[in-house]
């Protein structure tokens, strides 16, 4: 039986997947309601002005979970170690559920990372897969969704600053391949997990969409940007001194790495509208590579 028309409670609203998340449920008729510390913000005001229900809380504060909860058929559950830290995101997540189980709900979707069911040792994977255990361990009707690494990390603070100045830096060798993700097809997966609910209770699906080594990723910038791009690699002591947790993360990706099946994946799933990362690339604005000081 197909999830339609329902009223789903999507926190981290105003974040990368979860805002994707609740853009995508609103365009297919769904009441969404968008979880939110601060409902007066620009993007929980532009998620209202589409129809979005908003509700103040935070993982936190288990009185207003709860409130947002009740009512809702489904829960849309993203945490983050990059705000608080990791043993925060295990116990923000796991009271995030706990609330869930108390009101009850017909479909919990939790956002983990691929792979960390694997025992990697990575700190921000395993932080996630302690919610997954919890959750597993309860009579919860849940499906857990697992992304790789983002496309959109191109962005991010830690790695926007080297494209530009013409270097895409990563702590891999050159041909080492890693899998990838754009936001906007995690947001079109979780879409269709809740609008297929019966066919994906109670399973753990890790999903990518590309797969290119650092030199590949480095030459579709260069040719989508119309900038010169160059891989890096970053010596694995000098990303240590930085981040143990992206070392360690870093490590496993050359050693072990992310074991999506791509193809099958996609051949599955077509409706998901798979990028690959050139094609996404090709739809970014780089004028923002015209700032290097």
Avoid at 201 to 228: F, P, Q, W
Wanted: glycine share 8%.
């Amino acid at each position: 039986m197909e999830c339609t028309m329902s009223t789903i409670l999507v926190t981290g609203a105003t974040g990368q997947q979860g805002g994707t998340l609740a853009r995508v449920l609103l365009d297919h008729g769904h009441t969404v309601r968008a979880l939110t510390r601060n409902g007066d913000s620009q993007a929980a005001t532009q998620l209202k002005k589409l129809g979005a229900d908003i509700f103040e809380g935070n993982f936190d504060d288990s009185d207003s979970l709860k409130r947002a909860i009740d009512g809702s058929d489904a829960v849309y559950v993203v945490s983050t170690p990059f705000e608080d830290g990791i043993d925060a995101e295990t116990r923000q997540g796991i009271a995030a559920v706990d609330a869930v189980n108390a009101v009850g709900v017909n479909h919990l979707v939790y956002s983990s990372v691929s792979d960390a069911d694997r025992k990697t040792g990575i700190p921000h994977f395993d932080s996630k897969f302690k919610v997954e255990q919890h959750i597993q361990s309860l009579n919860l009707p849940y499906t857990i969704v697992a992304p790789v690494y983002f496309f959109e990390n191109m962005f991010a603070p830690f790695m926007l600053p080297g494209l530009q100045q013409g270097t895409l830096a990563l702590g891999l060798p050159h041909d080492r391949k890693l899998q990838s993700i754009a936001v906007a097809n995690i947001g079109n997966f979780l879409s269709l997990v809740f609008e297929k609910r019966d066919e994906f209770i109670g399973r753990r699906v890790n999903i990518a969409s590309d797969e290119l080594t650092g030199e590949e990723y480095a030459a579709a910038l260069s040719r989508t940007s119309g900038k010169s791009i160059a891989y890096f690699q970053i010596p694995i002591e000098q990303v240590r001194e930085q981040s143990e947790d992206f070392a360690l993360m870093y490590e496993w990706f050359d050693r072990v790495g992310y074991t999506v099946d791509i193809s099958s994946l996609h051949r599955d799933y077509p409706e998901v509208g798979w990028m690959r990362f050139e094609d996404w690339a090709q739809g970014r604005d780089w004028k923002v590579l015209d700032r290097a000081s």
